[in-house]
């Protein structure tokens, strides 16, 4: 085990023997229905709860890299609808924010980079044969505000997100906390 987990792992046994989990207790419910898909970039872990004025319970936290849902049966949307279905979500934030690394990825370079930490072509052959090439589905999304408003698209069209739920997009100032809402067409 490398030291960066074993210094965490050392970490929870205090934390628990302490109890001091006992200040996080709450529901596997949503306090606040909503559910909150955003990136998972560090600068938004303890910002955007801070932010929104929200403490543990009060929502669903779903992140990944870019607030984005690359397949319509992916693991994003089998969240939400867990969120929906299980826990009484009824409604959906989208939350990017400016600044965001995976607007300016570049699809090649990370195959490139595939390539010299062993990543075969089979597996990249595999890939594009299951889903897309990867070249593609790891190029950067461009405009973060024209990706949050893809993103409520895709959630509010989606055939099996019941139409009541309300969806709402936002990007962040990873600075501030900032929040502006994003126009849906």
């Known amino acids: 085990m490398n030291a ?17 989990y006992l200040k996080y ?52 949307i089998y ?9 009484d979500v009824d409604t959906i934030m989208v939350v990017g924010h400016d600044d965001c690394g995976g607007k300016a990825l570049n699809g090649v370079e990370i195959v490139e980079k595939m390539r010299a930490r062993g990543v075969t072509q089979d597996a990249l052959d595999h890939a594009a044969e299951h889903f897309m090439p990867v070249e593609e589905w790891m190029t950067g999304f461009g405009d973060v ?7 409520v698209e895709i959630i509010a069209n989606h055939g099996l997100i019941p139409k009541e739920i309300e969806v709402f997009g936002f990007v962040m ?13």
């Open 79 to 87: 969240s939400l609808l867990v969120a929906i279905y299980e826990l």
């Open 173 to 185: 100032d990873p600075e501030t906390g900032l929040l502006r809402a994003v126009k849906n067409d």
């Open 25 to 76: 207790t709450t529901s596997k419910y949503p306090d606040r229905k909503i559910a909150i898909l955003s990136c998972m970039d560090t600068r938004m872990t303890q910002l955007l709860p801070a932010a929104l004025g929200l403490k543990n319970g009060d929502v669903k936290m779903i992140t990944n890299a870019g607030a984005l849902l690359t397949h319509p049966c992916g693991s994003g």
């Open 4 to 20: 960066r987990v074993a210094k965490i792992l050392q970490y929870n046994e205090v934390f628990v023997d302490n109890e001091l």
């Open 145 to 151: 505000e024209h990706s949050v408003q893809h993103t």
